[in-house]
């Protein structure tokens, strides 16, 4: 079945360090491919997403690039702030052949940003 | 224009019992979803609503269930509770069953003893 698998955290930086966050999915079809963000105690926000392949999704100067041949979203930022401690969920939905709009999320990586 | 709101924020119910948690929609949007997240791992599909019906489910048992009302907001009823649903409990809602994109509440923390 369709699958997300994520770099195991925690991930620990230096402020203004260069982060990259590792994901690769499995899927059959043409998935959409998400990044959220989870602060402690809140739900879910999206970061990004990439609707197909090539596509870079990008925000608040965080990047992801969904590449078909090598089935990755990984996501990059050039300069972390204190203010990106956080858990990082990379997520795909298979597309609607079911009817059913549905993520399949990784299992998360914690990143903490030292000062 | 109202996110998408849960409630309670947090709970606790011994086992064996039943529980009810409730979410409203973002406005204009007719689709919502629960997600059940374990400590430490990533959220679990358990249901899509979608027009009030039932449109997708996840591997979950069927004491699991929920309803959709007409003004789009949901609930999701678990019964016979076990340990293990201890977790927190994300609704998401979107606008269609195949919206591109959903937006999560803050979720309702479950604790079970």
């Known amino acids: 079945g369709d699958s997300v698998t994520q770099m195991e955290g925690p991930v620990t930086l230096s402020e203004e360090a260069f982060l990259t966050i590792n994901c690769t999915y499995t899927a059959t079809g043409y998935p959409s491919l998400f990044w959220y963000v989870q602060y402690p105690g809140e739900g879910l926000q999206l970061l990004l997403k990439a609707t197909k392949a090539d596509d870079k999704g990008s925000n608040k100067g965080f990047e992801a690039t969904y590449r078909k041949e090598t089935t990755s979203f990984h996501l990059e930022k050039g300069s972390v702030q204190v203010s990106d401690s956080a858990v990082y969920f990379c997520a795909l939905s298979p597309g609607t052949t079911s009817g059913t709009y549905k993520y399949i999320f990784g299992t998360g990586t914690r990143l903490k940003v030292l000062a | 224009e109202t996110g998408v709101t849960q409630s309670p924020t947090h709970l606790i119910k011994t086992r064996g019992q039943q529980v009810t948690l409730r979410c409203s929609s973002q406005s204009g949007h007719n689709t919502v979803s629960w997600y059940q997240q374990a400590l430490g791992q990533g959220p679990q599909f358990i249901f899509q609503y979608y027009r009030e019906e039932e449109n997708g489910r996840g591997n979950f048992p069927p004491r699991f269930s929920g309803l959709q009302f007409p003004n789009y907001s949901s609930e999701l009823n678990v019964n016979a509770l076990e340990l293990d649903d201890s977790a927190l409990y994300l609704c998401?809602?979107?606008f269609g069953a195949g919206a591109a994109e959903a937006f999560f509440g803050q979720g309702t923390r479950l604790t079970v003893v």
């Open positions: 998401a809602s979107s």
